[in-house]
């Protein structure tokens, strides 16, 4: 079972609807990975899943991955380069804070539900969504080991 015992149904479709949520306020892509551990530092492994989830080919380069290791306490954001060439580069702070609030409690699906609506608000300043707008990444979780 792994990671997933973490994660009820219920607390998984929280998470999926939070993506869909989200990605009406913006054309910018949102994925989550979750797994137990994370050896070594946090955004280099983001980095590493970032490409293997194939993130970095979205049109625009909008996309952005939640990455969370549960046993091991660590948490990132990483956004693809189309964002980052137009954001600050705290842009992600304000929202890892909430979201790191909320894992601390063991709320791990709300956690991740509420930092992936409040990206997707930040997102349509720089993305807005467009009428033509295709879903260029899956809206499901993808679980590691």
Known sequence: MGVQKY???AGKLQITNAIRVAETNTSGE???HI?????????DRAAYLFE??????TELRNGVLFYLA???????????GGINQKVADDFWESTKEVVIA???EGKYAEAL???????GEQLKTHFPYQDDDVNE???????GK
């Open 52 to 57: 293997k989830l194939e993130m970095h080919k």
């Open 30 to 32: 949102i994925r989550v």
């Open 102 to 104: 909320k894992l601390k």
């Open 137 to 143: 990444l899956s809206d499901e979780i993808s679980f």
């Open 70 to 80: 549960v046993e091991d306490k660590k948490f990132a954001i990483l956004g693809d």
């Open 113 to 119: 539900a509420d930092g992936i609506i409040m990206a």
């Open 7 to 9: 994660f009820s149904e």
């Open 35 to 43: 797994e137990n551990h994370c050896k070594g530092d946090v955004l």
